[in-house]
Each structure stands twice: as C-alpha cells, then as structure tokens.
C-alpha cells in the first residue's frame, strides 16, 4: 500500500485519489447482502481502505453487482451504471454474475453480466467471503495503478456493442443511448 | 480592515474543519470497534471528488452551491478565532445570526435546482429543523447579551477573560446550547435531513464530483462555524488560534460521543426535543439573568 507516499501524491493526484477513495454503491439483487454489512460494519470495516458505503449512484466509484441478475434487475443495473460519474470501476461478487451460476438453465437471468456493463473484476464462489472483497480491492488497485481498469474507457468506446446486447436481452429500452451509436442519433 | 486575517481566518477554519472530519471517522470507528480510515481520509476523498466527472443540474445547481459557501466563509470572518478577527463590529453576534441562515438557504436553493424527489424531502426536513433549533438558539443568544450588556463577540470574549468563563456564570444557556449542537451541526441524532438509508442521503443526493467536494468544505466550515461560536461564547474564547482550537477540540469530542451511540430521531421526535428540554432550559436561563441582572 501507497497511500502514505507523498511523492506519488504530487505526480498522480487523480490515479492515487481514485484508488485510495472508493466509494462504493452495493446492488444486492438476491444473495450478496448478507456478506456486504460484516464487511463495512465493525467485523471487517471496509472504512480502513477507503471503501465506504454510499446511498446513490452520483457519488459512486466503486459497483459491487452480487448474486444472480434477473431481467429485471438488469434494466436497473444499467441505468445505476451509466448515473456514476467517470471514473468508475465495476466488480461482480459471485459465480451467478460470471456465467449463471446455479441459474446456468434459467429462462430469466442473465447468464454473462459482461455482456451488457465492462466489468473490471471478478470475485468467484458461491458465496465468496467477506475477505474477498478486500482481495478484490487490493486487485483493483493494482489494477488502477497499471491503467488496466478501464471498463468505462470500453463502455465509451464499444458503447454499440452493449447497447445491441442490451435491446437484445430487454427489448426496446426506455431511455435514449448514452453515447453517440452508429445507428442512430444521440 | 485586515486583509491578512480575512484570508488567514478561512484557512484556519478550512484547515481545522477537515482535520475535526478526519478525526471524526477515526474516533467513530474506534467507537465502533473498528480500526477506522487515515486520518488524510477526507483529503483523499476531497482529492478524489476533483478529479472526477459531475453532473450539473443547471445555473441555480451550481450559484446555490457557491451562495452557501460564499455565506460560510463571510460568518467565518466575523467570528473572532483566538485574536485574529477580520471584521471586529460593534454587532458581531448580531451579523453572525443572520450570515448563519445563508448556507442552508443557499443548499436548499441548489438542491431545488436538481429536482429529485428525494431532494425535496430533504430540504422540508432541513428547514423544519432549523425552525426547531432556532427557538433555543435564539433565547440563548437573547440571555448572552442581556447578561453581558453587549452584542460584539469581541467585547465578550474580552468581558468572560475578566469574570470568568460563560458556562459559569450562564450554566443553563451553556446545557441548552449544547443540546441543540448535534441539530445545529445536522449530524447523528439529527442526521435527519441526509439521512442515507431513509431518503438516499436527501439533500445531497444530486451531487457529485466537484460539486460534492464542494458540499463538503461548506460541511467543515459549518462544523468550524458552530463549534467556535460556542467556545466564544461559553468557554471564553482564547488569546491564541491554537489555545482556542483546543478548546474547540474539547467540545468537538464531547459532542462526538453523543454522535456515536445514538440512532436517529424521527422529524417529529427531534423537533419535539429541541422545542421542549433545550427551549425550556434556555428560557430559564433567560428569565434568571433578567431577574439578576446583567453584568456591568
């Protein structure tokens, strides 16, 4: 850890600021909020990282997606993601986020979350522990550090990609594109 | 004028807001039985904010923002920090009452800009709040200059080195003022306005990035504002910045653990409090210096 060195301080503000400030929105959407308080509570505080809790997405830094994603939930994911300002880093807590979990078959959830958001970080079980998200952000720092957590970089650049994956998944979308595609206006 | 205090005074303040935020975290948490975030926490976090994008909801977004810390940084300059006091006016404490209402003004004005519903909400909270604690605030304002038969705070700092301290001499307008110091502060039993598991932080759920940041130098000059304005008045100001900080310090750490173990009030409940055991002590107070008379 970093934090205490002056002179990286003075180089890179933005880069040190972003990894030692993270500010983190938890969409629990099935399993997941029962690991999430013990971690920013007195049995693991989170608060000695940096990472605290936040109640809306415009503060944000930091998504933890836990459990599986519904349809349902997806549409909401979404629109939390393109609210947090850049930059921002996403990271899916859980083995349902990466390729469905024990959902594999089911005819209502999303099998690959990355599909739909970049996702800069894995954290794999069922259920992790609480100590896995600690991991997580220590990898994510590194991360930062070697400009390679730039899932939001993507999401800009390849915005077409997900947003096709996105009508494909949920039909047509209520809200206009973010970013300018191809395809149609802005 | 001075000009040299009027920048040295909001960099005090500034200085000393952020370091009372950083040693808030750190001794919540120990509270808690956590080991807590460095005490540069909110220098990261503030570092951090700069850097990112924000999001501006229009002109009255933005102009009601800067209109709050703008009227932060004017109360600041007429309260006296140990011997350094810009502004030394004959009404001082007269001022400092008013300037005081401009930064919730000027918050609630710049969260109507954003135009979210939890917003809303938040600021009907907010301004509820202040009427509640406004009534003990202004009887015990009432008691200080009936009993020192003055409205400068120079003057009463000077007044208090020569009979001793406030909180001796007016015990009762002191206990009142403390009780309604988590209220004036917005934070843990009053944290009602940005309440974060209620109304999604309320009043500051628009905000972000530079905006935020912003928000949150307001929130430390506040925190400076209300807790010098205590030692002023009660705790005989200071002779010195530093002697004075301590003080401050003091009542900082007194009030941090009423902060730390208790939950929230409802709205009713917290105005219910601050309208009868601080409202009933300040007026006691008020009608016993009446009775006895003022000093000198």
Known sequence: MDRNVLTKWLKQPQKMGNKYSLWAIYFCTGCGIIEVPPVITSR????????????????????????????????????????????KYTVGFG???????????????????????????????????????????????????????????????????????????????????????????? | MNVVGCILSPVIGFVVGIFFMGLFRIMMARIHWRYGPPLTQPIIDIIKLFHQKSVSHGLIFELGLFLSLAGSVVTLLFIPIGNICPLNLAGGLLVVLYLMLIAPMGIALSGGGGSNPNISIGISRKMLLALSYEVPFLLIILTVMIHYRTISLVNLVELQRASGWGIISLPLAGIAYF??????????????????????????????????????????????????????????????????????????????????????????????????????????????????????
């Open chain 1, 95 to 186: 083995s349902c986020p990466i390729n469905g979990g024990m959902y594999w078959d089911s005819y209502n959830t999303i099998k690959h979350l990355d599909k739909y958001i970049p996702i800069d970080g894995w954290i794999a079980g069922c259920m992790p522990r609480p100590e896995a998200i600690f991991i997580a952000v220590t990898h994510l720092w590194t991360l930062i550090d070697k400009e390679m957590a730039n899932g939001y970089k993507k999401y800009r650049a390849k915005y077409q990609y997900y947003r096709e994956n996105q009508e494909k998944a949920l039909g047509k979308l209520a809200w206009p594109p973010l970013f300018k595609t191809d395809n149609g206006n802005e």
């Open chain 2, 179 to 296: 009780l309604i110091l988590p209220a004036m502060l917005g934070v843990r039993p009053f944290e009602i306005a940005e309440a974060p598991q209620e109304i999604a932080s309320g009043l500051k759920v628009e905000y972000s990035g530079k905006f935020l940041a912003l928000y949150y130098i307001e929130h430390a000059f506040r925190r400076f504002i209300v807790i010098a304005l205590f030692v002023n008045l009660f705790l005989g100001g200071a002779g010195e910045p530093f002697t004075f900080v301590l003080k401050m310090l003091v009542v900082f750490i007194a009030g941090l653990f009423i902060n730390a173990v208790f939950p929230r009030f409802r709205m009713e409940q917290a105005i219910r409090f601050n309208w009868t055991w601080p409202t009933l002590i300040a007026l006691a107070g008020l009608i016993i210096s009446m009775i006895w008379g003022g000093y000198g």
């Open chain 1, 44 to 87: 693991w505080d989170a608060e000695r990282f940096g990472v605290i809790p936040v109640a809306t997405p415009r503060q944000a830094n930091l998504f933890l997606i836990t459990g599986y994603v519904s349809l349902k939930t997806l549409k909401a994911i979404i629109r939390t993601y393109e609210q947090m300002p850049e930059p």
